[in-house]
Structure formats: structure tokens, C-alpha cells
């Protein structure tokens, strides 16, 4: 099975920072990425899909790129909403995995 | 206004099983692929299982394969996951997740989560 790396694991910011996480595939997974967001005690939320697709009602300081095994998840101007822990997808293929979560914290 | 509402939330001892369901409403439920997504304690969100519209096809992560059995009811908009031969690596909160399409994966929606505890 592919297996999705992120990095990092946690990053500590400051409201108005911009903030770069990193997701790797094992392998080639063209555009089928998904990146999330999950508050504290919250269910997740849809905020990129096929890597670089906004979700409708996501605001635009969210952008994804990349293709193949590399992918980023990139937030402008952090806002107090803005931190959480964000979680890659892969959806090309079953299983559907995740990575490992990146926690952004002030 | 999508909502997917689930249930079945409990403690079973090791080895026992349990069965969730997901009430959906707000969107034609037999349109969309539906999945379960886990998360145990303190960590990180693991895909559990998918089914498509229809519900003639079903996938499962490895982790699961064999114990877990999701199905659907299309006409009481209702998803099902039966769990059995449970272990305390089950234990966790789970999503109901509704999809983008009838075969599309994306997870569009989530419920508020259901909580399993696997424990003697």
C-alpha cells in the first residue's frame, strides 16, 4: 500500500505567519490528494482536493500544490481559526490513507 | 442542510461486536459514496472503510478486512457499519463521512462521530 508521510509533525506559528506543511506519497498518486482540517474535539473539514482545488466556502489564504509524490498545503496569514492539526489524503486508489497529521500551534 | 447523524456508540469487551449506523438527510443519500473514519485516542484519522452508491461495491483498509462489514440501506438513507472480533486498536471515534459523488471519495461531510470503547 502507499503510505503518505508529513512533515512536520507539529509547527509552532504566530497569527499573520504563513505556514508550509509537506505531503509525500510512497509512490506516484498524480492529483489525488485531499488535505483537511481538524479543530480541537471537532469532526474534520474538506479544505483542498485533487491538490490543488479549493472546496467551496474554504477561504483563499488556503492553496495545495504539487503532483506525483509531493505535495503542499500552504495557509497565508494565519488566523486564530487556522490553528488545528491538517491531515493529507490520498484518494487515487483503496486505501484511502492518511498521514500522520500536522498540528499547527501558536 | 446536509447532516449525518450516528449511533450505536458503546463498550464492548474484547472479541464482542458492535454495530453503527449513520442517519443521513439533506442530500439524495443513494447518489453519494459513503465512508467510516477513525480515530482512537490522541491520534490521527484513519480510513476505515468506503461504500459506493449503489453499495454493490465495498473496500475496506486492511486493518479491518474481514471483521468490519459496511453496508447501506438507500431507501432509509441509512449506513451501516458492523464491527466483530473487536480489539482494543478499535477502540476510537467514528465518522460517518459522505462523499462527493456516487463514486468519488472525497470526504465532503462528516458527522459529529460516534465513540467505541474496546475494553474488559
Known amino acids: 500500500d502507499i503510505q503518505m508521510t508529513q512533515s512536520p509533525s507539529s509547527v509552532s506559528a504566530s497569527v499573520g505567519d504563513r505556514v508550509t506543511i509537506t505531503c509525500r506519497a510512497s509512490?506516484?498518486?498524480?492529483?489525488?490528494l485531499a488535505w483537511y482540517q481538524q479543530r480541537a474535539g471537532k469532526a474534520p473539514k474538506l479544505l483542498i482536493y485533487?491538490?490543488?482545488s479549493l472546496q467551496g466556502g474554504v477561504s483563499s489564504r488556503f492553496s495545495g500544490a504539487g503532483s506525483g509524490t509531493d505535495f503542499t498545503l500552504t495557509i497565508n496569514s494565519l488566523q486564530p481559526d487556522d490553528f488545528a492539526t491538517y491531515y493529507c489524503?490520498?484518494?487515487?486508489?483503496?486505501?484511502?490513507?492518511f498521514g500522520g497529521g500536522t498540528k499547527v500551534e501558536i | 442542510e446536509v447532516q449525518l447523524v450516528e449511533s450505536g456508540e458503546g463498550l464492548v469487551q474484547p472479541g464482542g461486536s458492535l454495530k453503527l449506523s449513520c442517519v443521513a438527510s439533506?442530500?439524495?443519500?443513494?447518489?453519494?459514496?459513503m465512508m467510516w473514519v477513525r480515530q482512537a485516542p490522541g491520534k490521527g484519522l484513519e480510513w476505515v472503510s468506503a461504500?459506493?452508491?449503489?453499495?454493490?461495491?465495498?473496500y475496506y483498509a486492511e486493518s479491518v478486512r474481514g471483521r468490519f462489514t459496511v453496508s447501506r440501506d438507500n431507501s432509509k438513507s441509512t449506513l451501516f457499519l458492523e464491527m466483530d472480533s473487536l480489539t482494543g486498536e478499535d477502540t476510537a471515534i467514528y465518522y460517518c463521512?459522505?462523499?462527493?459523488?456516487?463514486?468519488?471519495?472525497?470526504?465532503?461531510?462528516w458527522g459529529q462521530g460516534t465513540s467505541v470503547t474496546v475494553s474488559s
Open positions: 485533487r491538490a490543488s
Open positions: 509512490e506516484d498518486i498524480g492529483n489525488w
Open positions: 463521512v459522505r462523499g462527493c459523488g456516487g463514486d468519488c471519495y472525497w470526504g465532503l461531510f
Open positions: 461504500i459506493r452508491d449503489s453499495g454493490w461495491n465495498t
Open positions: 489524503q490520498k484518494g487515487n486508489s483503496f486505501p484511502l490513507t
Open positions: 439533506g442530500f439524495t443519500f443513494s447518489a453519494y459514496a
